[in-house]
Structures are given as C-alpha cells and as structure tokens.
C-alpha cells in the first residue's frame, strides 16, 4: 500500500481481555517496528523484524506480549490479560532494510484504552 | 547508552515567531540524526534528517544542522504558523547498525497561537 496502515484505530478492552494490532507496512519494506507511546511520555521501543523474524525482544515489557511477523509482510502485537497500564498508543513503522538509516515510515497508530 | 534530550515544553508562541527547539545527543558510534513530527491525532512523519557532520535538513521552511562538535541537531523555523502545532521529536539511529532501533528524545509538544 501506499502507507503503514495499522488497524484498528481505537480499541476499547476491559481488563483482563486479550487485544490483538494489526501493522501493514508498505509493500517490500523488509524492516517493521513497533513502538509505543504512552500518556504523555515518548516512545518506547517493543520490538523489531527483519523479515518474519525478531532478532530482538528486550523491548517487550512483559510476557504478556507478543508479536509476529508472517510472510514477510502483516505483523500482529498481542496483548494477554490486559492491564490498565498498558493503555496507549501503538505504532508500527517500516523500512527497507538497507535504508533505515533514512528514516521510518510510521503508521497512524492503534489507540488501546483498558477499562 | 545511547540517548537523546530535548526540551519537553509544552512551548507556546505567537504565530510568526521565530523558533528554535534544541536537541542534544549521546552516543557511543556515528549516528545518523532526524527530527520526527506527530500531528494532533496522527502517527509521526519524518521532517528533517541528516546523516553526517555539517549535514543540513531543510523541509517546509525547517532547518537542522548536525553538529558533531556539540552533538547538537537544534531545529529552526523563521516564522512559525498555527499549522506548526505539533508534538516534535528528536532521534538518533546509529549507522549500519541494522538491527538497532531509533533512540527517540522525550517530544516537544508546541502550541502557536494566531
């Protein structure tokens, strides 16, 4: 597509409910990145894809979260039994891999709210 | 570690105002430096960028230069619009480095007034 398009915009959870985000990046872009941002902070890194596989995990703040990467292509991050802390904004981007030293292309974000 | 500092503000001017909004880095390699915008209710575009000592972005009427004597990559606009209001942030990716992530600064959130 012509951007990273990430689904869906707002989600509402109750506590304890699993969420599943959706990132789309640009078409042939090798590189995805989610971020998150909270009320107020910056950018909080999660984790990183170089084609379906994640070389890095550190970012993830609990095993409560997970993502994956299929056909080089979709990524989806999960969270398991939400919490209230975890209500924010999710952003993925993407690059080709060899020019991500020019910068990201970032998505609109998901929007997750626990109640 | 590798990180990034930038004033948080919130900053509030007057439209055609001349701005300045400092970023200073740390880093243990060569980085390469950008300035990220994030308008009210969207994701982050990328603004302005530079690659190397001396390099300047320039980009709707926004300037940056790397400087690597003060590991500095300050952004300035000469005349502010309302348009401008936005969150801004600073980051550093150190060169071919691949696998390593965006160092982002903190954001600077910016209100200008009509």
């Known amino acids: 597509g012509a951007g990273v398009s990430q689904s869906p915009s707002n989600k509402v959870t109750e506590k304890g409910k699993d969420v599943e985000l959706r990132c789309d990046p640009i078409?042939?872009?090798?590189?995805l990145y989610w971020y998150r941002q909270s009320l107020g902070q910056g950018l909080e890194f999660l984790i990183y894809?170089?084609?379906?596989?994640?070389?890095?995990k550190s970012g993830l703040p609990s095993d409560r979260f997970s993502a994956e990467r299929t056909g080089g292509s979709v990524s989806t991050l999960t969270i398991q039994r939400t919490q209230q802390e975890d209500s924010a904004v999710y952003l993925c981007?993407?690059?080709?891999?060899?020019?991500?030293?020019?910068?990201?292309?970032f998505g609109s974000g998901t929007r997750l709210t626990v109640v | 570690g590798d990180s990034v500092t930038q004033m948080e503000g919130p900053v509030t001017l007057s439209e055609e105002a001349f701005l300045t909004i400092n970023c200073t880095y740390t880093?243990?390699?060569?980085?390469?430096l950008f300035w990220y915008v994030q308008y009210p209710g969207e994701g982050l575009q990328l603004l302005l960028k530079?690659?190397?000592?001396?390099d300047k972005g320039s980009n709707k009427g926004f300037e940056a230069t790397y400087r690597k004597e003060t590991t500095s990559f300050h952004w300035e606009k000469g005349s502010v619009q309302v348009s401008d209001s936005a969150v801004y942030f600073c980051?550093?990716?150190?060169?071919?480095?691949?696998?390593?992530?965006?160092?982002f600064g903190p954001g600077t959130r910016l209100s200008v007034l009509p």
């Open positions: 981007a993407s690059s080709f891999w060899e020019l991500a030293n020019y910068g990201y292309t």
């Open positions: 078409s042939g872009h090798t590189a």
């Open positions: 894809f170089q084609g379906n596989s994640a070389p890095d």
């Open positions: 880093a243990t390699g060569y980085p390469s």
């Open positions: 530079a690659t190397k000592a001396d």
């Open positions: 980051a550093l990716r150190l060169r071919d480095n691949y696998g390593q992530n965006f160092v």
